[in-house]
T-cell receptor
Framework: AQRVTQPEKLLSVFKGAPVELKCNYSYSGSPELFWYVQYSRQRLQLLLR??SRESIKGFTADLNKGETSFHLKKPFAQEEDSAMYYC???????????FGKGTKLSVKP | NAGVTQTPKFQVLKTGQSMTLQCAQD?????MSWYRQDPGMGLRLIHYSVGAGITDQGEVPNGYNVSRSTTEDFPLRLLSAAPSQTSVYFCASRALNEQFFGPGTRLTVL
């Protein structure tokens, strides 16, 4: 079955520390993966998509097909990075998204 | 562009009542969808539509109905609300590889 797993409900780091939000997936085929972010009192928005291989707000994510992972990384966390982060997998002919359960990132001063 | 809009922002219902959550987008996107967001459960797809007149079920469709008479609007109907439907509901529309989400409707069913 197609599935997205985010093993950490909550991740707490200090400002300036590196951060890694884990995402593992289960998918038979060539996956398309995304990271979405939801800041407090704001709507969900796209942060990264793996096909773009881009860096947004200092975040990067590399697709590792061998480990079926798409971890989100940032070398130096900022307080404004505090938010809920969701990993998502595109599935099926209609391209519906399957979301992980989310990881709440808290960056302490 | 207003993007994706949802009304109401908050709603409290009694068990058994019915209501419609409204969703509209002004980006001319063919694909629209409804999700519910519950603590510890992430976002789960309720229903989706790939164009006017075409709808299909997602992961958790029971208790919800949808219709798509225009490209712009995609309302979600709760026919007989239950406490298990207490949640935050998000509507989204999609262009290519990006989904645009509405601000959400927080629904409480007593």
């Amino acid at each position: 079955a197609q599935r997205v797993t985010q093993p950490e409900k909550l991740l707490s780091v200090f400002k300036g520390a590196p951060v890694e939000l884990k995402c593992n997936y289960s998918y038979s085929g060539s996956p398309e993966l995304f990271w979405y972010v939801q800041y407090s009192r704001q709507r969900l928005q796209l942060l990264l998509r793996h096909i773009s291989r881009e860096s947004i707000k200092g975040f990067t994510a590399d697709l590792n097909k061998g480990e079926t992972s798409f971890h989100l990384k940032k070398p130096f966390a900022q307080e404004e990075d505090s938010a809920m982060y969701y990993c998502a997998l595109k599935q099926g002919s209609q391209g519906n998204l399957i979301f992980g359960k989310g990881t709440k990132l808290s960056v302490k001063p | 562009n207003a993007g994706v809009t949802q009304t109401p922002k908050f709603q409290v219902l009694k068990t058994g009542q019915s209501m419609t959550l409204q969703c509209a987008q002004d980006m001319n996107h063919e694909y629209m969808s409804w999700y519910r967001q519950d603590p510890g459960m992430g976002l789960r797809l309720i229903h989706y539509s790939v164009g006017a007149g075409i709808t299909d079920q997602g992961e958790v469709p029971n208790g919800y109905n949808v219709s798509r008479s225009t490209t712009e609007d995609f309302p979600l109907r709760l026919l007989s609300a239950a406490p298990s439907q207490t949640s935050v509901y998000f509507c989204a529309s999609r262009a290519l590889n990006e989904q645009f989400f509405g601000p959400g409707t927080r629904l409480t069913v007593l």
